[in-house]
């Protein structure tokens, strides 16, 4: 089943900031892709960094589009009612690619990305704190992977720090740049 995010109303909001996470609209792929264009948000992800206009936009609409099962689940930062950042799930499918889509064996590729001046807010950390808890509670996940570059140290410092979760530093960079790997799994009381 494939829907457009007008007809769903899926917003996830925290309890710690004026924060909430909301599926983007149509209306929203102007700041989805004001985000995405920011150097400074994509300097990291090969994905994004070189993308033309055109390409973010086709990458911020595909948002807009909700899937049944999800292959993917992204979501606008809101803090203030003010859209500063993008986080979710790029990827959903299952945790070993070699075996079938065994619902039971779901995994994620989550990310975020906020704009320069909304950072040193907690921002990020609620944010993907939300993320998390969605995808383990909402969509079944068996485990949540969050890739970065070993150049961006908040990145690091954020999954280390504030969520705890041991560094895996890869043998080769994969096709977004990152280098870096976290595997957070399901906590037992979710089961």
């Known amino acids: 089943m494939v829907g457009q995010t007008s007809d769903s109303t899926l917003e996830l909001k925290s ?11 149509f209306d929203d792929v102007p700041a989805a892709v004001e985000i995405l264009a920011n150097k400074a ?3 990291f992800d090969k994905s994004i960094c070189d993308a033309t206009p055109e390409e973010l936009d086709a990458v ?23 859209p500063v950042g993008i986080t979710g799930f790029g990827w959903i499918g299952p ?24 950072r040193g807010k ?3 950390y609620e944010a993907l704190r939300l993320v998390f808890e969605y995808g383990f509670r909402e969509l079944g996940l068996k485990e949540i992977r969050v890739g970065s570059h070993s150049g961006n140290l908040p990145m690091w410092m954020l999954m280390e720090r504030k ?7 890869t043998a080769e960079v994969d096709r977004f740049g990152n280098d870096l790997l976290w595997i957070i799994t ?6």
């Open 60 to 82: 911020a609409t595909r948002w807009t589009i909700v899937t049944d099962p999800p292959v993917y689940r992204n979501f606008l930062v809101f803090y203030e009612d003010k």
């Open 122 to 124: 907690g921002i990020a």
């Open 41 to 43: 948000n994509s300097e």
């Open 95 to 118: 945790c070993d690619e070699s075996q079938g889509s065994d619902d039971s064996s779901l995994a994620g590729a989550a990310g975020i990305i906020v704009q320069p001046l909304a």
């Open 186 to 191: 399901r906590p037992e009381e979710v089961l």
């Open 163 to 169: 969520f705890g979760v041991k560094t895996i530093k």
């Open 15 to 25: 309890n710690k900031l004026p924060l909430s996470l909301r599926l983007p609209t």
